[in-house]
């Protein structure tokens, strides 16, 4: 006898909800601006073997690394004789177990229901500052892992419900916010016992042997489910692309080959991708696993579940020794940022490729990570870009993309918890990649020091390449950064810097547009002409870029919506 469908399917449900919920009461209850107010988090549901079930909509770099940090992290608990018993708590933040970052501190617990464990609840938050050299824990000076923080090995943060007060200060001796770290942790555990409480209230409504028979079905189905979706693309074969990241002294590759095989199955190879540096673009396996199967979803099924039933329809090859999967200890703080966003670029390029007319031309490709501390303060936030334009519309103006989807930063809070002043926080006029579907707009996002001094890092791409356009789009414009000194004088920071503010200092940041979709002298005129009376694109550059003409006759070229 098969099981109850419709049981199955309010477990199914009933898991996203309870991950919805655990992000609800982290956001509400954590200290640091970066999760209170940005939602730089994700909390998810897994199988007691570390299968992903359910996932919040929150973070995509997050998600999918999660399916490979918890499993990893209970393998090692297990090799070193430790298992997971009621009540334990879990931290690591290791990048080549967590699978992210040192920032990204995930929590793990075991749910357990008459004496049986039945689940994992985990969730991934990212502290505003881990230790290492600089102030927010991302930069580029960094040559191997120890310089970008604490490392904290899978280690149980809690026994049996008692938490473990002792290594909690140990962790806050390590860092320049022991205040911010401390609550964004409380506020990771009582996310987790919201979660734990959910699902084993499934359990002791169902049962725990059906709860578990449930989760292996869910992925089954999930996995049929893309399989299918995968063979309705009507298509198989081989296509290739590649794009570059900057370094400090040249360009590493990153390259994808995509093939698309019989029997609903997708295989991405990574070889040919450069060797990994000793700065921090490496991205270890977690993140490659995350930005595919993004790209892949979206332009599969953007409806599809995300769980390891989707993930078993998906081969990813990613050569160890690569900037894509690289080796201990190679730094890794910006692969999660800036080489993730990367790696969806050449999966998307490469399912334009196999799928014309289906996939967008590229989103700005840099998170644009930037960071300012001083004595016993530190914020971290990224900065908005343009989208790519899409086939049918225009790219979102000012909006994180792909990889990130974290909120804005109030201005307000910052100006608030920070002594800093926003003078300039807008839309960047004529950053847009041009097309007859143009890309969205970049932002300027400038703050001055009002007290003190303090160390600002940048960590950003896009200075010296720009955002692809796709059938006949123009690329984006590439960012642009630069400090204001206190006395006028002005320097240029590039993507990747570290330098002393003073009080009275200015910095600007400006973030690449998207790029640009089909041929822009046949931009519909009505479209260009709001864009002109919006101040988004400039009268020369209309001319220069879209053969604009102001005294010729108005002709209507589309009447689709560019918003969607």
């Known amino acids: 006898m098969g099981m109850d469908r419709i049981a199955v399917d309010v477990v199914r449900h009933a898991a996203i909800y309870a991950s919805e919920e655990m992000g609800v009461v982290l956001r509400n209850t954590a200290y640091s601006p970066n999760i209170k107010d940005r939602s730089d988090h994700t909390c998810a549901i897994l199988t007691p073997e570390g299968d992903l079930v359910a996932q919040a909509e929150h973070i995509p770099v997050h998600i999918g690394s999660m399916a490979v940090g918890v499993k990893a992290a209970v393998v090692y608990l297990r090799r070193e004789g430790e298992d997971l018993e009621p009540g334990d708590v879990v931290a690591v933040n290791d990048p080549y177990i967590a699978g992210t970052h040192l920032n990204d501190v995930m929590l ?50 809690s026994r049996r419900g008692r938490l473990d007060d002792g290594l909690l200060r140990l962790l806050e001796s390590n860092v320049r916010t022991p205040r911010y770290l401390r609550g964004d942790l409380k506020a990771q555990l009582a996310a987790l016992n919201v979660g734990e409480r959910r699902i084993a209230e499934l359990a002791s409504r169902y049962g725990e042997e059906f709860l578990l028979e449930a989760w292996r079905d869910i992925l089954g189905h999930a996995e049929a489910y893309a399989r299918r979706r995968i063979e309705d693309l009507g298509v198989e074969g081989v296509w290739s692309a590649e794009d570059v990241l900057e370094l400090s002294g040249g360009e590493a590759v990153v390259k994808s080959t995509l093939s698309i095989l019989a029997g609903g199955r997708v295989r991405v190879d990574f070889t040919g991708t450069s060797p990994q540096v000793d700065e921090p673009v490496n991205a270890v396996y977690g993140v490659t696993v995350a930005a595919t199967t993004f790209a892949l979803k979206t332009v599969v099924d953007p409806d599809m579940p995300v769980n390891q039933g989707f993930f078993r329809a ?251």
């Open 108 to 157: 793990l617990k075991p749910v357990y229901s008459r004496g049986r464990m039945v689940a994992i609840v985990a969730n991934k938050a990212h502290h505003v500052d881990i230790g290492g050299l600089h102030p927010g824990s991302i930069g580029g000076s960094a040559r191997e892992l120890l310089q970008e923080g604490l490392i904290i090995p899978p280690v149980k943060i």
């Open 314 to 564: 998906v081969e990813i090859e990613a050569p160890e020794g690569s900037i894509v999967n690289p080796r201990r200890p190679a730094p890794v703080s910006g692969g999660n940022t800036e080489t993730s966003q990367r790696i969806a670029d050449v999966v998307f390029m490469a399912l334009a490729k196999a799928l014309p007319g289906r996939v967008p031309a590229a989103s700005c490709g840099s998170m644009t990570n930037v960071m300012l501390g001083g004595p016993g303060w530190a914020f971290y936030e990224t900065v908005a870009c343009g989208e790519g334009a899409r086939p049918v519309r225009d790219g979102y103006d000012g909006v994180h993309t792909n990889m990130t989807n974290t909120l804005n930063t109030p201005i307000e809070r910052m100006e608030t918890e920070y002594p800093v002043l926003f003078v300039r926080y807008e839309l960047r006029a004529d950053s847009e990649g041009p097309g007859r579907w143009r890309g969205g707009l970049g932002v300027v996002r400038a703050f001055k020091l009002t007290g003190g001094r303090a160390t600002l890092t940048l960590y950003a791409q896009r200075c010296r390449t720009r955002p692809w356009g796709l059938e006949g789009g123009s690329p984006g414009e590439p960012a642009a950064h630069y400090l204001v000194k206190k006395d006028g004088s002005r320097v240029e920071l590039g993507c990747v810097a570290t330098v002393e503010m003073e009080e009275g200092d200015t910095v600007y940041i400006q973030t690449p547009g998207g790029g640009g979709y089909g041929d822009p002298c046949i931009r519909d005129r009505t479209l260009l002409e709001r864009d002109l009376r919006e101040e988004k694109v400039s009268p020369e550059r209309a001319a220069s870029k879209y053969c604009y003409n102001s005294g010729a006759p108005k002709t209507e070229t589309s009447q689709v919506d560019p918003t969607g």
